[in-house]
């Protein structure tokens, strides 16, 4: 099953911030949290992963709570192109699958 | 182009047909995954190679499901005596070998079993 919780959709303003939510209080300590998402009509694209620290790439930023049971995904300008199924994912050492929750499905408001 | 391909990129079939679906990974990555989605749930994970070796089987990979990559190159997926069950998207991933390696995806194979 999966091992974290996130809000079912989200809607923003295109051009505005972005930041979805998930929740994974039985994070044990060698567990990385990983964000992939889905456009839709594709597979699944990697989008981020963390394991303590605050983590930022061309696509994202990912900010990890002090004490790990949280994480937040930080689109800082979204588009329209950025409508999609967001997942976050925990990955533990020899975890070779991915484990897929529902994710997030997000809106953005043209 | 050399990200993961699949075909085809759409399978209708009439129940309890066999179908066979292709995937094609990146050519340097040794590891290849096979997803199974349905409409409104993530991704469910099938099974993956390592090169040529099957390493791990779901428990949703019936007796009906077989999957090989011979020559740890492309992957193929049968399902056989089709039900309506089976109707889903197929989804393969290629990665290189290493804990928590990202994951790449093809654009899937869409099955609909009438």
């Known amino acids: 099953d999966a091992k974290t919780t996130q809000p079912n959709s989200m809607e923003s303003n295109e051009e505005e911030p972005v930041h979805l939510p998930c929740n994974h209080s039985?994070?044990?300590?060698?567990?990385?949290i990983h964000w992939y998402r889905q456009l839709p009509s594709q597979g699944p694209e990697y989008v981020i992963h963390g394991l303590t620290s605050n983590v930022n790439n061309r696509m994202a930023s990912l900010a990890i709570a002090e004490d790990r049971k949280s994480s937040t995904l930080i689109l800082h300008r979204a588009t329209l192109r950025d409508a999609a199924v967001y997942y976050c994912i925990l990955r533990d050492v020899g975890d070779d699958k991915i484990i897929f929750g529902k994710g997030t499905r997000l809106h953005i408001l043209p | 182009d050399t990200g993961v391909s699949q075909n085809p990129r759409h399978k209708i079939t009439k129940r309890g047909q066999n179908v066979t679906f292709r995937c094609d990974p990146i050519s340097e990555h040794n590891r290849l995954y096979w997803y199974r989605q349905t409409l409104g749930q993530g991704p469910e994970f099938l099974t993956y190679?390592?090169?040529?070796?099957?390493?791990?089987k779901s428990r949703l990979l019936s007796d009906r499901f077989s999957a090989e990559r011979p020559k740890g190159s492309f992957s193929t997926l049968e399902i056989q005596r089709t039900e309506q069950g089976d109707s889903a998207m197929y989804l393969c991933a290629s990665s290189y070998e290493g804990q928590r390696a990202q994951q790449y995806f093809g654009p899937g194979t869409r099955l609909t079993v009438t």
């Open positions: 039985t994070i044990s300590g060698t567990d990385y």
């Open positions: 190679f390592q090169n040529e070796a099957q390493l791990e």
